[in-house]
């Protein structure tokens, strides 16, 4: 037989009161019930831990010795306990999120501003990075979830992907220089002389675009390359020449114009993934469920539509 919980909360309320009556009226439990636990916990420490006086008891050597270990272990089941309950409660916990640079830069911040009003005590941990850099944190356990650009060509199956939202792929310039075109919406094949602020190599959008480029019969003129969202959308405020971007992040970039595509256009689907095998935290969930809404019921710019 092993010491139950339940036996040593029993054990330390009659050390409390000194008496079983009161003890047993204390825990809601009729005194035989009290009785019987305590008899069997004597009968599996083997010694006797109370004697019994007229008028109330008084502890053994033996209950002496189990007092300070039985306060201990129902101190720390009762802290185990509030723990949980906090993590359930979502009074304490962590999120690790992952996010591709333009998300971060729009959707993001006003998902997290919702989430910490309403759970302020959640710790949040973002990570910045391109698709395939933050499947890679997935899989290694380091993120709860990313936002990512849903891969074309399938996947991996250790991760499941929910598409959230889809979103057109625009034309940014300077709102205060000329159009790229006198129509409302541009060729791709029009940019085939106009300098691009183009994005580093392994950056989401740059292959999108060369490819996008390619099939429309042209190698594409680079004005400055090499930087991530929040550096492109600099250059092209400062007139260095125009760039292919996600719609969602001029939403607040009064410095700049949005240009939409000719049809086909160009479009890309984000999704949220996680893996596949494993239970996300109360937490995570939480801001899943968030975020969710947050695209389900706020307006969204031009070109982004929820799915």
Same mark, same amino acid.
């Given at each position: 037989?092993?010491?139950?919980?339940?036996?040593?909360?029993?054990?330390?309320?009659?050390?409390?009161?000194?008496?079983?009556?009161?003890?047993?009226?204390?825990?809601?439990?009729?005194?035989?019930?009290?009785?019987?636990?305590?008899? /069997?916990?004597?009968?599996?420490?083997?010694?006797?831990?109370?004697?019994?006086?007229?008028?109330?008891?008084?502890?053994?050597?033996?209950?002496?010795?189990?007092?300070?270990?039985?306060?201990?272990?129902?101190?720390?089941?009762?802290?185990?306990?509030?723990?949980?309950?906090?993590?359930?409660?979502?009074?304490?916990?962590?999120?690790?999120?992952?996010?591709?640079?333009?998300?971060?830069?729009?959707?993001?911040?006003?998902?997290?501003?919702?989430?910490?009003?309403?759970?302020?005590?959640?710790?949040?941990?973002?990570?910045?990075?391109?698709?395939?850099?933050?499947?890679?944190?997935?899989?290694?356990?380091?993120?709860?979830?990313?936002?990512?650009?849903?891969?074309?060509?399938?996947?991996?199956?250790?991760? /499941?992907?929910?598409?959230?939202?889809?979103?057109?792929?625009?034309?940014?310039?300077?709102?205060?220089?000329?159009?790229?075109?006198?129509?409302?919406?541009?060729?791709?094949?029009?940019?085939?002389?106009?300098?691009?602020?183009?994005?580093?190599?392994?950056?989401?959008?740059?292959?999108?675009?060369?490819?996008?480029?390619?099939?429309?019969?042209?190698?594409?003129?680079?004005?400055?390359?090499?930087?991530?969202?929040?550096?492109?959308?600099?250059?092209?405020?400062?007139?260095?020449?125009?760039?292919?971007?996600?719609?969602?992040?001029?939403?607040?970039?009064?410095?700049?114009?949005?240009?939409?595509?000719?049809?086909?256009?160009?479009?890309?689907?984000?999704?949220?993934?996680?893996?596949?095998?494993?239970?996300?935290?109360?937490?995570?969930?939480?801001?899943?469920? /968030?975020?969710?809404?947050?695209?389900? /019921?706020?307006?969204?710019?031009?070109?982004?539509?929820?799915?």
């Amino acid at each position: 037989m092993e010491v139950q919980l339940q036996q040593l909360r029993y054990f330390l309320e009659v050390e409390q009161t000194r008496h079983f009556t009161q003890a047993a009226d204390n825990l809601g439990v009729s005194q035989p019930t009290l009785s019987k636990q305590i008899h /069997t916990l004597e009968t599996t420490l083997g010694a006797p831990l109370f004697e019994r006086l007229r008028g109330g008891v008084t502890l053994t050597a033996a209950g002496r010795t189990l007092l300070p270990l039985a306060q201990r272990m129902v101190a720390d089941a009762d802290a185990a306990q509030e723990a949980v309950a906090d993590i359930v409660g979502l009074r304490r916990g962590e999120v690790r999120l992952g996010a591709t640079p333009s998300l971060c830069s729009s959707l993001v911040p006003e998902v997290l501003r919702t989430f910490r009003a309403a759970h302020p005590d959640i710790r949040l941990y973002v990570d910045e990075g391109g698709s395939q850099d933050l499947i890679g944190n997935l899989q290694a356990h380091t993120l709860d979830l990313a936002l990512i650009v849903q891969p074309e060509g399938g996947v991996d199956d250790s991760l /499941t992907f929910a598409p959230v939202l889809r979103e057109s792929l625009v034309v940014a310039s300077v709102a205060d220089g000329p159009p790229p075109t006198a129509n409302p919406q541009i060729a791709l094949a029009e940019l085939e002389h106009t300098p691009l602020v183009m994005f580093r190599a392994g950056y989401d959008i740059r292959g999108v675009t060369l490819e996008a480029c390619r099939k429309a019969g042209f190698t594409p003129k680079f004005a400055v390359e090499g930087g991530e969202m929040d550096a492109v959308l600099a250059f092209v405020e400062a007139g260095l020449g125009v760039a292919l971007v996600p719609s969602m992040v001029l939403a607040n970039r009064p410095l700049l114009r949005a240009t939409p595509l000719a049809p086909p256009g160009m479009r890309r689907t984000i999704a949220l993934a996680h893996r596949t095998r494993s239970v996300l935290p109360h937490a995570a969930d939480a801001l899943r469920r /968030t975020l969710l809404h947050h695209v389900a /019921t706020q307006q969204l710019p031009a070109g982004v539509r929820p799915l």
